[in-house]
């Protein structure tokens, strides 16, 4: 018996009551590394604002490895003065100001991965510390473990201490853990962490393959680093369903913007992490942002689906052979070829579909029914599936994305309703000083805008699936078409299985 | 030196006396998830007592998960009123009252799959419990268990402690493992369970591949769910023969009924369940049975080999190359193309052997007498293999199945003897009420009813094979043959290899 | 560094002094399973001794399973009386008076494999058993082992108990692991045992693949059973060099004289466990032995490769490429279609090659003297390889295969010296009343008779092979060629790498 | 988040300060295996020195297995008195006279492989007797360690209590683990040790499969021996980014001048280990070295990348796909065809790259730019790569390798500067009496002597590469390429994403 009906237990959901939805927000690691200081971390936060990128839901600022001096003579952590003059407490404090969250950074070894203090034997003080200076999410990495790993137990252990220490200190601090899938996490972390990273890190590539990440699958000693955005897709797969609201897979930090992906590409990568249900941490340099990157992590409609409150990652419901992933370097060198279908339900009985196409071509891709309804169709009872019976209105997610001259209002800082005043009607309270394309969501939740039927969260209407219909459409090569399909029967009459 | 030849140890052959052959009954979760009430699970037993399933010898009716609402300010586990009105132990009574045994749920972990309190570290207080409410059955699930999993000592550990727990209670209750095949239970169980699931969760599909279930043989670090019928086959093959009386190898509970699947494929998934020796537990809605789940259900040819007191697994002696399972859609989407034949002893020196077709079309199939007897060809002796040189007579085991007239007679309630009055002479104490295509197994054991060449358990007879000969039949696609063969010679006369 | 060049270590080459060449004898269990008896043992004792197997070194008369009925009131181990009549010290005393050593069996588990009592847990009161009964041979098997598998350390231990229970009683005891290879034996078990099994039993077929032993190599967690013997000896390549005099890759027992296998098929097998140095323990019925089994287990040119004082395992220098073991069912089905070369280092400077073929064709296969000496030739040194330089003496190492009218003399028991009397010279201690092709080992030790130059213990001289020249031999299909090679210039004068 | 980028991390460097730059030197048991003495010990430290290659570099002269005759009565390790007529520590001392470092052995047993007494359970009285003895430098093996395998906890436990006691003695002890990379030790092995062994023992050959070496990739539960160059190579390459100052992969002792290889292969073996950051550790017989191989050794260009003060090991970009190595035998037998390229960061902004050609045949081999800076390309970051934008002078680290002429000369004993008198301008101080070719580490080191643009560092300039330009080479069947490659615009200007 699989947790695959569990949508409507009894027990929490969340073991902290922390990331009901998966977490969102800034980390500096992916553009910037150890070169971190105060002035990057509230320069970044007060960009976001600007932005709107923290009305949109990225609510941490995530401060990575390389912060430390070291520890104080009792042994306590420290910051780097140079890097943090005015002292951690102090940033925390003006980050709490901008109405963001304030992340920190350790690791379960005896260094960080850049051999920093890190807080393996150390859990108790450290956790008290970060809760000290503020900290609401603390990301914690796997360097330097001293052997500490090989078995489930042992990792589960390790983790586990920080897991009661953070819970200790009586401050709410979102836990995410960082120990790239290694011992099984998906099996175990959900009792004591909000997120587990499930890979090795990404990089800032679609699908080269690297020597450094050398796995394919979710079964890997070596997680390494240098992992495409296909390779984690891929083995998130198998794993997806393991989520549960509270408790996510992190398939790891955005790359969006970071221009090592073309634009259709970046669309995939942002978008398949959404539908996973993976945090969404951007990792670019946002002071540097250009239009395309901005209507990417800007797109309310996609993060919608990441932020549904029913909580439920797609799944990967057919996928093409791929060609064999080989280290040839050819012209087209790295195109696994492989395209592939997701589905996945949602809050008031919609559902998100995805097709992706890893190809080198342009292709025409087709879905029926019983594949978007895959697991009402085989989930075990000799019952109708209504859903086949029904007519659905099809949304192109992505077709009301933000004109790059919207995009580069906003960054220039001279956006006005004027640009766009076709939005004051269904999304008042909320958009008032906003394109129809983006959205505030701490005027109103994702949840609230749904049951709204705010049309920034839907894209555009682009065609109606009739009853055991196919879905159909072409797709670039490298890129993804989503949709949002809502009944025309509305959200009401029909079937729910978990229904108690 | 393995356990093949251990047939007539000295030891005890459960190690709680319980389980002599597979368990059979029925369990809510195939169909109806977490949607349990006191309604359904007494419905759901009259109407298995009315339909005959009873004394078929479906003797467990299951609640699975979702039943609890916590514990008690003692810890002590309570059900959910609403669901439970009446509470545990009046719906035991009742069940026990019809003739049935009570069956329930936990699992060795801080939940259950769908987050309800589970028994990890309580188990000597839950056990009582269960005892205590009139528990005949305890399915024990995998979730959520702390990290205790990934080496057979914990693993081992966490489940002995239920084991220890159950049998300190005093009250015979049957021991259902559920951990998915993790850390080779087939290995050790035999000594603290009656059964051990030994793959994923099966979902109702013959051979669909899911992203969800990523292996493809018993070694699986991830079992997951969505496993369909041939998944699990190919599975269970190498460890059939880790079974022995009193523990079993569970091939989870069946989808027959469930719309998934054509006749053809629930006559494979039941016919091979039953030769595998897996507990035979129905998974559909039996209050809304048609005529054609009821006839597949209700044949006691193919449950006489599931129940034969031997308790030898069927052994596959042979497997087409398989194509390769990749999840590429397409019309034929998901024929793995294999072929394969099994055989088994049986009581008496009987042996059953089956055919299955996993390819697209029908195909007829040879299998050699030292196919029917490799495992005595091959044993290691220079003694001569007397069954070579026998004659046998060949039964087909579903030739004689219940017709849908008769079977949709016992649905609607009206079936008489009229209907069929052939039926008198060889079954009168058994059968005097049912058609000769069923069997009353509560009158006359399967153990007698063999012994007394009871017709019902025996097929038709269709063809005898000779000394050296081949067996040889079309079998359509995606279906199964299955044959017992008895030696004209009889019983009496036959090297038994295990004599002592 | 790996232990590649150990063979002048100054450390102790037996943990506990015995074994120091293989084991040699004869289990009842390929042949009998689990009927066995008093009369059984010392029936095949006496015939052991008539047909001359004693005096080759098949010394071990090993009682397997089943020869329990539990433990007397303080948990002595007892024997079931009806099979056992004049109880187990009276069988070993007789045993021994025929000049035998005497074998038992228990396991390190709860049960024996046929769920007899067996000794986890109690391994000092049943090791005082053994020694009190005159046991000199414990084969320990792993069934029923309560989870304590699955990690090197856990396993260890395990089988480390008994070793140290036998140590402590004084008594020198061969302990003889048989834990299928489980957590690699062959890293750890020579410090606590004279031999370890590597793979699953073996059963009386060349190379059939069979589903109960699904591994094609020696990294398996379900090491099962009806391996054939292709398949072990796959298996062992890899791990034959971990062997050292006192502690040995176990093969499994011999299933020649079965009739499982051809006569080209048994020679195969019997050379290659000969040459791997495993041991040598018949698991036939010798008391119905025919002509063409005693010629093959009485072939002492292939015994004293066993019994070579070095005690260097051979090494497989390469190997074609192997058709895929599907299980596919058909007119030669289960030819892999390999070919592979042996060699390995014997005392005073021989060597012993092997050709294999398990293809279904005679075939001419060619070895260099480069293959011949592989390991002399990469051995990490600028100084020359003196043997390329020399000429060789070829000796088939079964041309001179006893005659089945020999053998067939010795089964009646009629044979006698005038049958062949061309003998006498050479042989004259050692063999006065024996046939040319059979040999003495309790007279004249296999070393002693090398140094001797014993005529039964080269075969027949067939060709020479010059400085850097090839071997070339047509191999039946299933069949093998060994030769002994003998440099012209003699066992001195050799660059001896190791010398000290 | 993994150490890719730790480059500038505030921690230690290394766990005890020593081998920042990976250990260099020669140990005996690739040429001599257990025919250690004091003779060969001296005689090759003195010629090591002869040599020049001292002062390249070559510093620890390490003793092997083989050297022990036990224990005296209080436990003390004792030396074999035949062999070291003047104990240990006076070899010692006239090793230090020379200005070397001294190397000892010893296992995480309970023997040695060689089955000597070895220090698993008395870590710190070994530990204590090594320190007296004056050793410098302890290789630290894993044969005999008695089922402490399997589980990285096990494994690092059995390793760190060597550590701990090296450490307590007070004096500097380079400590080299050599467990073959059994449980990732580049996992955990940087915070307690100087090196680890990464697979199993190589021998002399290029890439010959050999059946003792089974596994192809990193991840093997029976490393073995006799593992070629490719297959360690191919092994080591998702691993290499494991290693950072003071903590080393290490490939195993070099066979250069063993005569199994061609001098392209050797070139290709040493360019490799020196590139990968193994410790370079000669496993020749010194005192008969031939032109050939010394001038492979004493490559100061190729030993400057090794010693390279960034500690940063190369990358594989990409490589082609190889053939399987199957090991069948014919006249190419081995080649598994692969090309690959491979890429480092070098101090001051420098590169060093590599083709290999690992077939049959020459072949041209491209890389671009974007291959070269693979990892600024794909670092995450949207800021622009100046290293695109610049024109590189490029070096070819082996055309300036050491003439035959000289190099015997020097083995001769009578080169003088007048047999190359070009040298005295640049390197005047390290070079006096040197020629060009060579280089005197112990007068300048490595670091200054790249920051002096000492000629001997650089091999020659052969060509420029221009911004975006691809760089071009045919490289011979086995062989390698090796570049420098320096900005034109100096160290100076370029972006160091790093810099704190």
Redesign the interface.
Known sequence: ??????G??????SYNGLALTPAMGWDN???????VSEELILTTAQKIVELGLRDLGYYYIIL???W???RTSNGTLQA?ST?FPDGIPAVAEKIHGMGLGWGM?SSAG??T?????ASLGVEKQDAQTFADWGVDYL?Y?N???????????????RY?AMSDALNATGRPILYSM?N?GQ??PW??A??IANSWRMS??V???FD?PD????CD???C??????CSVMNILNKA???L?KA?PGAWNDLDML?V????MTDDEYKTHFSMWALAKSPLIM???VT?M?AE?LSIYSNPAIIAINQDPLGVPV???????AQ?Q????SVD?YTAGETS?WTGELMNGDYVVAFVNGGPKATTLTATMN?VFI?L???????PVPQLQQTYDVYDLWANRMSNTTAQAIINGNFTMETNSTNTTSEASANSTLPMQTYNATQLSYADGLNANNAALFGIKVKTMAPMGTLSTTVPSHGVAVYRLRSQGGGSGMRK????
């Open positions: 018996l699989l947790p695959a009906l569990r409507h237990a009894a027990g929490t959901s690691w992916n553009a910037f590394g150890c070169k990575d490895d390389c430390s001096s070291g780097n890097k950074y005896k260094y991965c850049a051999q920093y203090a990301k990495d360097c330097y473990n001293e052997g500490q790993e090989g078995t489930a137990l042992v990792t589960y252990n586990k960082c790239w011992d099984s099996d175990w959900q009792t090795g890190d990089y800032d590539s080269r020597s450094r990440c050398p699958t979710y079964e000693s070596l997680p390494g680093f240098h797969a198998p794993i369903n549960q790359e913007g970071n221009s090592g990792g670019t340099d540097m250009i990157t799944t990967r419901v057919w996928q093409s052979p064999p080989n280290e040839t370097y060198a279908f594949d697991d169709v085989t989930t075990g009872s000799n019952a299985r978990d229904e108690l």
